[in-house]
């Protein structure tokens, strides 16, 4: 199927809601690792998503170009040619965008989509996030609610978060003393600012100890518990009932969580959890593997002429390809969204 539509993205994400499921939403930065990302969704039978941080639309652009806004719509635009030979939804987002990305990234990004909107297109991207974590919450909300506004005009959904991802991610480490425990007064600000219009939809991704970077399972402290006191205090603001979940929730940082704490988490209202650590191993691992076992195929020794289908880069890529997408059935199966695709 062609790229998730603006309705079918917010079906994708209600029916996540309902189900207590989420969507692994991976990071990927080349053609190669879209299509290995969307196989691996598709032979899961599960919905899922696609992201651009800011650094890897800057590599899809050219290494000595970094042109970031350039590269996100190419690799946009790739997805939605192969997206429709896989019989799965697909939603695409781009990744964590700091205030000094802003001006490069995420808002020419929101200004090029509501003008495919005027020309009578349809979005190129279904999503985007603003990362205010490292700027005072009236500042983050500020910025927020221009942000909302604009994504309204492109039809895209925002995402936006509340508290600080521990750990490196895209060259930017969070503080030692960062805050990493996201609060209600945090989540009731972030209601009162952007409000609950559905044709203003947002995600909130709200910290409870999650770290970027590679971690060995038990080594990360999280507290999925806060996301439920957050959803609680929404929940009463609103006046909604007891056990309600009004807040669209993702989780950020997940190396290292183990699967009971991220289960956990699903159950308070979770719909998208980034993956990007363990999947980019699972696509480079093959290509290790196949080089240490061809080696004298891969380089011409001692003056031999080396073996060609041993070095073309389709014989390592089709592993790399085959890699990616085993561990996005991991992440689908991890996060229960293993069969749940609207088409099936």
């Known amino acids: 199927m062609p790229i998730a539509t603006p309705e079918v993205y917010a079906a994708m994400l209600d029916r996540a809601k309902a189900g207590s499921f989420a969507y692994p939403a991976i990071n990927v930065s080349s053609s190669q690792t879209i299509i290995g990302a969307i196989r691996g969704f598709a032979e899961a039978e599960s919905d899922g998503i696609i992201q651009f941080s800011w650094g890897g639309a800057e590599y899809a652009s050219g290494s000595t170009v970094k042109h970031m806004v350039d590269g996100a719509v190419a690799l946009a635009e790739f997805a939605h040619v192969v997206a429709k030979n896989y019989k799965v939804n697909i939603g695409i987002h781009t990744d964590h965008c700091p205030a000094e990305k802003l001006d490069g990234f995420m808002r020419p990004l929101l200004e090029f989509g509501a003008q495919r909107i005027k020309e009578g297109k349809s979005p190129l991207f279904n999503s985007h996030m603003w990362d205010g974590s490292a700027v005072d919450m009236p500042e983050n909300m500020k910025v927020a609610r221009e942000l909302l506004d604009k994504s309204v005009a492109a039809r895209t959904v925002l995402e936006i978060e509340i508290g600080v991802v521990g750990g490196e991610e895209d060259g930017i480490e969070a503080k030692h003393d960062a805050k990493l425990y996201s609060t209600p007064e945090d989540a009731l600000l972030t209601i009162e600012t952007l409000g609950t219009d559905a044709k203003a939809r ?143």
Request: proline fraction near 4%; charged fraction near 20%.
């Open 202 to 344: 947002y995600m909130v991704a709200a910290t409870f100890g999650n770290v970027h970077g590679v971690y060995k399972p038990g080594n990360v402290v999280l507290q999925p518990k806060i996301l439920k006191t957050l959803q609680e205090a929404v929940a009463a603001k609103l006046g909604l009932p007891a056990g309600s979940k009004p807040m669209d929730l993702v989780f950020h940082g997940g190396s290292g969580s183990l699967l009971s704490e991220i289960r956990e988490s699903l159950d308070y209202g979770v719909i998208k959890m980034n993956v990007d650590t363990d999947t980019q191993y699972a696509f480079t691992r093959p290509v290790v593997d196949h080089i240490m076992k061809n080696y004298d195929g891969v380089l011409k020794i001692d003056g031999e002429v080396g073996n060609k289908k041993a070095y073309d880069p389709r014989a390592w890529g089709k592993a790399a390809e085959a890699g990616i997408a085993a561990r996005v059935g991991v992440a689908c199966e991890d996060l229960r969204s293993t069969g749940t695709s609207l088409l099936k």
